[in-house]
């Protein structure tokens, strides 16, 4: 059988970034890298023209910022998953990023297993660093601030306590073992949680649990 490869576009101003992140993916046998792009609208039109899996994209490039990259292609290639890279684990960059429908973000220093896990788990529309990473960060950005934004269908009591344990970083596994529920009834859960939340993937729904003040009743 012939192995099914994510497609990755690397998009950075640095042409040594670039060429790193092209050496460790390369080394990878389910990743190819299709095209590097040394700015955001080359990075948009590398995304149009090949319909890559993973657009990995630093925040900061000339012409268009990795946010605005982000953002616009939420609009026209929403398929395509977008790991935004960025210096900084505490740059509020990301938070916006995220926000943008963003999968999630890689720092640059990063090692070479972690950025393999990253492209896969954006291919797989999950998480692109561990949960407990993921919400430790948006603890830090976003407070919570108690904003406004309410689901366009009212949450069932067992989605707000999905909602929750996303928030607090726990696994598929985990949340299925806290809530002693099987692994496809926590997709499920999710799948209904992203329509409702109008949420790309695990870490909007973790975003917006922190920011309603979900994550403080009880």
């Known amino acids: 059988m012939t192995l ?23 080394a990878q046998p389910d990743i190819e890298v299709v095209a590097e792009a040394a700015d955001g ?4 039109e590398a995304v149009r023209t090949l319909r890559p899996d993973v657009l990995l994209v630093d ?3 000339p012409e268009l910022d990795g946010l605005e990259v982000t953002r616009r292609l939420a609009g026209i290639a ?5 790991v935004v890279v960025t210096t900084f684990d505490l740059d509020e960059y990301v938070h916006t990023a995220l926000r943008n429908g963003a999968c999630g973000f890689l720092l640059k220093h990063s090692g070479p297993a972690l950025l393999a896990e990253a492209i896969r788990s ?6 692109l660093i561990s949960p407990q990473i993921t919400a430790r960060l948006l603890r830090h950005f976003t407070g919570p ?7 366009i269908e009212p949450l069932t009591t067992r989605e707000e ?3 929750v344990l996303v928030a607090e970083g726990l696994t598929n596994a985990d949340i299925g073992a806290e809530l002693f529920i099987s692994l496809s009834t926590v997709k499920t859960h999710l ?28």
Request: net charge positive; hydrophobic share 45%; proline share 3%.
């Open 4 to 26: 099914m490869k994510t497609r990755v576009v690397i998009a950075d101003d640095q042409a040594s970034v670039r060429q790193g992140f092209r050496h460790i993916l390369a």
């Open 41 to 44: 609208l080359a990075a948009l």
């Open 59 to 61: 925040v900061r490039m």
């Open 78 to 82: 929403p398929e395509v998953r977008v």
């Open 122 to 127: 954006a291919a797989a529309g999950d998480s």
């Open 145 to 151: 601030r108690r904003v406004d934004r309410s689901p």
């Open 161 to 163: 306590e999905i909602a």
């Open 191 to 218: 799948a209904n949680l992203q329509r409702k939340l109008k949420a790309r993937n695990r870490v909007g729904i973790a975003t917006w649990a922190w920011e309603s003040g979900l994550t403080e009743r009880g």
